[in-house]
């Protein structure tokens, strides 16, 4: 390739000039068009969160009302028909709008800073990921507000939620809902995957990559793979409501348990999109705050890439009393055992790396033990259910209930909060409150366990799950009222997260780059980072960068600072390959992904929305990759 | 033959009167059949080894925080490697033990299964069907003059075992009576087998455990399991016609529900109704509870529910029915008499 004259290199330029060069390079303008355009995974990964955390809050919202209405019995605060969507909006929200986006878009955020990058691979796509999600979310509780909220559970069993026995346009909401956020889920899977695999900083070999990132892979290869088949089975849905085609319908040759087979070939690996990452979290806080490496880094990988594998295998314990034939559900009570044998090497290795570590008792290692607490509780009765005999007794009831909000918020919510304690003072250079984190970390504790524990003894008194109302002579009236008092002080603590956050945005003491003196690449990086993230690219000579070059990181030199830049490094070693430029800011993917949520919305009503759809998806998408003239890879 | 209801309605008052006397009635923990007692029996042993292994999970925290630690260096990073080399065998040996216990625990669910599943002597088949939102039950017999039909309350010969084939009429529901047996789906198109017996005469509530829609709530049963003779005779009496009215009242009544809009759901035998779609109601004063268990089976109940179903179980298929008080007093004295 021959250099043109003009060109600017960073090892022309002292660190100061390089790094405002940079930063107005890759700088997103504090202006509208600047937020509608920009492609900066910071941007975009901050905003992710916050829309995650505004749909955690309505998912909660109708938590509450739940709560309320079960508190004692016969109690008519709710009807059933509103209670029916409460719970099928609290389901959905909080598994495709809040847990499986937050814990994707966190690693959006943090994936580029940890392995030395200045964006993700596939910008744009992010941005058009953002978009999507943001309107799927916006109809489906848009929906719930004209009274057409879904109602057949976040699961919509067949015939329930078919054309027969799902009345209105309720079921396409939830159906149409599963596209778009499966669409930007598996829209970030790709971007996570080619990030981790071709942009890592030289010398992050695989055996250097940080767990969080390595988790935040395995979690995008288990999206790319289990996605697709909630994907179809939605599709199916809507088809059999809208086209009359017959796949559930069993009278015409379909199958009302194909729809189950695929939804939880999809539903069960969905726990560890959301379980999984949030383990990276705890490794990455663990050496933070216990000042030495993980203890078994290459068995926790290797349980992680476990987890994956057999979670893919498991599916059929969510039907273990439909009718399958006995043997063939005892292979599945075996393999949903054996997916125990990871989590318990995680947890061995998380004891030992504290067991000998400098412990330093701040909020965010408060989380990680109150997650063990928490997480092992949930895991083991997840062993019982997992056993068919039990699950007789324990399917459908308070008791499954009580077993997954252990995994779900003993083990992914307790780790996220933890997190964002930890890496707050990164994306906004102010550190949280501690003293309100102390009271943040107690009240959910116990709240979270006085809501959750006494459903364990409510399913086995005979509590069905979804039901809106219950008679006083069965005697759950007690432990209910219990558990509604319980919620309430959980979500206490959550308006103590709000008020810290609030507080230190406006007078937060200020970080520095590194408040925890922690060993991994983000923390290299100014707090708030940088547009570019790092103006030169770090050189990785170890697991824990900055405990190896506590004084200053190697960096290589050599990439134009007259251009958005990337170094493009190998699979297995990451050694330097090419430099390829990195897309500018453009409107093109909100176009798009407005353009694609208006064709999706409008095919709940008709078929042919696909077709006239498709051409303004066309031109949107010819404007996206339209040739704009980018300078050529150089290697 | 007024017998098998007094029974009924008593045990059913003595729940509600003294709530803790009752509230076992639908519970796994109080089995009251081999079958629910094996599966207490195994979910008591799982659940002390997940406490052994919660309780030394915590106890190692504990330990963690409180320990004296001895290598204070300042300085992050590694273990010592003799730190490293003892923890690397106590964790293996931990996960050795994991999948030992695993192991055993998965043994013991498939032994669990052959026993509560293997095939049995069956004297009884009672075929039920989930419906939105009760339950239709058919005593079937290879001699239909000995099969009849009935709704929402199971009555079982103690210490027999009785084949329950399960089926839905419309949506996905599962019968549960967990004193008894663990649950089992009931899906439209499909035929799912339970083998029910209990071993102690009593009364058990049953409720459907999968959501099935509006009423999922208001979906129950009961199951009276009798000595063999108190069951025979209650079996003999469901064969029988229902009983005609005297009273004039009645009459009235049984010419509003036969002529009216009743009979296009409702059967009761010896009638001209055959209605297929609603409960079947030729012995219905004998019940304890209407509409599957929502309300006591009284006559106010009775002439609230005709009144207005919806206000009672919103969503239910039930229809209001218009007519003048009189008509419906007429309706519920007629049913009442139902025995």
Known sequence: MTKCASEIRDTALDDGALSARLAHIWGTPKTFWGFMTTVDHKEIGRRYIVTALFFLLLGGLAAVVMRLQLGSPDNKLVGPDLYNQLFTMHGSTMMFLFAVPIMETIAVYLVPLMIGTRNVAFPRLNAFSYWVYLFGGLMLWAAFFVNTGPDAGWFSYVPLAGPQYGIGKRSDFWAQMITYTELSGLAVAVEIIVTVFKMRAPGMTLDRIPLFVWAALVTAFMILFAMPAVMVSSTMLILDRLVGTHFFNWAEGGDSLLWQHLFWFFGHPEVYFIFIPATGIVSAIIPAFTRRRMFGYVALVLSLIGTGFLAFGLWVHHMFVTGLPRLGESFFTASSMAVAIPSGIQIFCWIATLWDGKLRLRTPLLFVFGFIVNFVIGGLSGVMVASVPIDTQVHDTYFVVAHFHYVLIGGAVFPLLGGIYYWFPKFYGRMLNERLGRWNFWLAMIGFNLAFFPMHILGLMGMPRRVYTYPAEMGWGGLNLLSTVGASIFVLSFLVLVLNIIRSLRSGEIAGDNPWDAGTLEWAATSPPEPQNFSRIPVVTDREPLWQNPETLPVIGGMHADRREILVSTLVEATPEVLESSPQATIWPFIAAMVTSVTLLASIFTPWAIVWGALPVGIALTGWFWPGGEKEDES | ?339
């Open chain 2, 1 to 339: 033959m007024t017998a098998g209801r007094i029974r009924s309605v008593v045990q059913l008052a003595t729940c509600s009167s003294a709530l803790q006397a009752c509230s076992g009635w639908q519970s796994a923990l109080d089995p009251h059949s081999q079958t629910a007692a094996h599966l207490a029996g195994l979910f008591w042993f799982f659940t002390a080894i997940c406490a052994i292994v919660w309780v030394l999970v915590v106890a190692a925290l504990i330990m963690v925080l409180r320990r004296r630690r001895e290598s204070e260096s300042v300085l992050p990073g590694d273990d010592f490697p003799h730190q490293q080399r003892r923890k690397a065998i106590i964790v293996g040996s931990l996960t050795a033990i994991t999948a030992i216990i695993l192991t055993v625990l998965t043994y013991m669910s498939f032994y669990a299964t052959r026993e509560i599943t293997w095939p049995r002597k069956h004297v009884l088949t009672v075929k039920v069907t989930g419906q939105q939102w009760w339950w239709q039950l058919d005593y079937q017999n290879q001699d239909p003059s000995q099969s009849f039909g009935t709704a929402n309350e199971l009555h079982i010969p103690v210490g027999q075992p009785v084949t329950v084939d399960l089926e839905a009429a419309d949506v996905i529901h599962s019968f549960w009576v967990p004193n008894l047996i663990g649950k089992q789906d009931m899906i439209p198109g499909r035929k799912n087998v339970l083998t029910l017996r209990a071993d102690k005469p009593g009364l058990y509530r049953g409720q459907c455990a999968e959501f099935c829609g509006l009423q999922h709530a208001h979906m129950s049963m009961f199951v009276f399991a009798e000595p063999p003779a108190a069951f025979e005779a209650w079996r003999r009496h469901q064969l029988e016609p229902a009983a005609t009215p005297g009273a004039p009242q009645r009459i009235t009544g049984m010419n509003i529900f036969v002529h009216g809009a009743c009979a296009t759901c409702h059967a009761v035998g010896g009638t001209d109704a055959d209605g297929q779609t609603g409960p079947n109601l030729t012995h219905f004063a004998q019940r304890a509870t209407i509409a599957a268990g929502t309300l006591r089976n009284t006559p106010a109940n009775l002439s609230r529910w005709l009144a207005d179903p919806q206000a009672v179980k919103p969503g239910t298929n039930m229809p209001q029915v218009p007519m003048s008080p009189a008509d419906r007093q007429a309706l519920v004295a007629y049913l009442e008499g139902l025995k």
